[in-house]
């Protein structure tokens, strides 16, 4: 490699990992109690009972669930449904009002019910009144370090420098161990070179995890712009033949139940876990929205939507995804760690112990540059520089 | 030495972890359950079974 070529990809890697590591470092530390938030959250939460019933009970209908929550609060309107696919739970989520769900979704509050019996099993705040869990503190400081879209778009950005610095990182490598066997730990030498070494073993073997990790993170964080491109594209040329139609009012609506085995009959093999209700902008005005998954491991990922007109319970469309949803839908899975069960889980967590090593072994390196001892200044420069045509990591070593 | 093996004394192993890596990643995510699961557990322990081996117990493998 050209010596102008390669001071370019060391001035990448400096670069991009110097205005990086102080966000990935935060990143990986909050990760790592992520990985296992269903554990924790299984462990923190005193356990559901549910009804025992014999198997193959079906579920209750979703008009008589929305019948009950219509009753227990008669001046709030109900927002969608969420069908819980692991346990056999139905949770309704209602606000005060379209308006001011609209202004502020944290107005919403959910009803629990026991899938097969209709029972009421709990009853949430509105999500502005309850105190934050631990664990949502974490996926937020993880997400969007509190700051919402603007704090998900910064993210988004220090992945992509994450990236770009595994990525310049590999290209350094090459040179860099032209000379040197592969997993050598210079232990004989000064603690910068041992770190070094140390920097670049962990860092070539993580480096097909860390760069997934780093593009499905940077999709996840991208996730809101993305279905508010679908949105104004797809499903706006879709509702094109409703604009300026009056929609529907709550005294309007077609049953719900009715809706989802018609969505069902219109995608035989998929399972719907959830309906959101016209009047969310997250919807349509005038359909509900459902959306369903396949069976497989990895279709059980893939997420397809499906509208029913809400006023006359006909199938409108299935809609195809386009492939940037479906992308998003797998980068979850690659990202969280949570398709494998606990081995899975817990070889995430050594991973990314490993890539906090690299990050911290990283930033050792560029704090403790140009301050070289005497005796070390060589260390500090070699084998890079050896590449560079100074001198061959042999004769400095003797 | 030629360029070729210098590139492979250089590149086979981060190249086989690497192919490893990704086999784990899909295996799980493509696969079912069973025999998937445990080639995605072994295949990825595989990064994780060197770093140790280089690292904390290299003094273990010392003049080999």
């Given amino acids: ?398 | 030495m030629p360029r070729s093996s210098v590139f492979w004394s250089v590149w086979r192993w981060p190249l086989a972890i690497a192919a490893l890596t990704i086999v784990g990643l899909l295996a799980a995510l493509l696969g079912g359950h069973g025999v998937w699961w445990w080639l995605s557990w072994t295949t990825l322990l595989t990064p994780i079974a060197v770093a140790l081996r280089y690292w904390p117990l290299r003094v273990f493998f010392r003049g080999d």
């Fill in chain 1, 1 to 398: 490699m050209r010596t102008r070529t390669l001071r370019a990809w060391q001035w990448m890697h400096k670069w991009s990992s110097v205005i990086c590591t102080a966000s990935l470092l935060l990143i990986c530390l909050t990760g790592l109690p992520l990985v296992f938030a269903d554990e924790i959250d299984a462990w923190s939460a005193p356990p559901t009972v549910y009804a025992t019933v014999p198997a193959g009970t079906p579920n209750v209908s979703l008009d008589r669930l929305a019948g009950i929550a219509g009753r227990m609060y008669p001046d709030e309107v109900i927002t969608g449904i969420v069908i819980d696919d692991d346990e056999p739970q139905v949770f309704v989520s209602m606000a005060p009002s379209w308006p001011a769900f609209t202004a502020n979704r944290r107005v919403r509050h959910f009803i629990a019910f026991d899938a097969h019996t209709g029972r009421v099993i709990e009853q949430s705040k509105p999500e502005a009144d309850e105190p934050p869990a631990v664990m949502d503190l974490v996926l937020s400081l993880h997400r969007d370090l509190f700051a919402g879209l603007a704090g998900e778009l910064f993210l988004a950005t220090m992945g992509l420098l994450f990236v770009t610095a595994v990525v310049s990182g590999v290209v350094l490598y090459g040179p860099f161990m032209r000379k040197l066997d592969f997993g050598t730990v210079r232990d004989h030498r000064s603690r910068r070179i041992r770190r070094l070494d140390l920097h670049n073993l962990l860092g070539v073997i993580t480096v097909a995890w860390a760069i997934v990790m780093g593009t499905t993170g940077v999709m996840n964080e991208l996730s809101t712009p993305l279905f508010a491109i679908w949105q104004r594209t797809d499903v706006a040329a879709m509702l094109a033949p409703w604009r300026g139609a009056p929609p529907p009012s709550e005294m309007d609506l077609s049953s719900v139940q009715g809706a989802l085995e018609t969505a069902e009959r219109a995608a035989p093999g998929m399972t719907f876990t959830s309906v959101t209700y016209p009047g969310d902008v997250n919807g349509s005005p005038y359909h509900y929205l459902f959306w369903g998954h396949g069976s497989s491991n990895l279709t059980s990922r893939l997420f397809t939507p499906v509208l029913v007109d809400a006023r006359t319970g006909q199938l409108t469309a299935v809609v195809e995804t386009p492939w940037y949803l479906h992308a998003l839908d797998v980068s979850v899975p690659l990202h969280f760690g949570d398709y494998g069960g606990l081995p899975l889980k817990i070889i995430w967590a050594l991973l990314d112990l490993m890539t906090v090593v690299v990050l911290a072994s990283g930033l050792y390196l560029w704090l403790s540059r140009r301050q070289p001892v005497v005796g070390n200044r060589v260390d500090a420069l070699e084998p890079m520089e050896s590449e560079l045509g100074r001198k061959s990591i042999r004769r400095v070593a003797e």
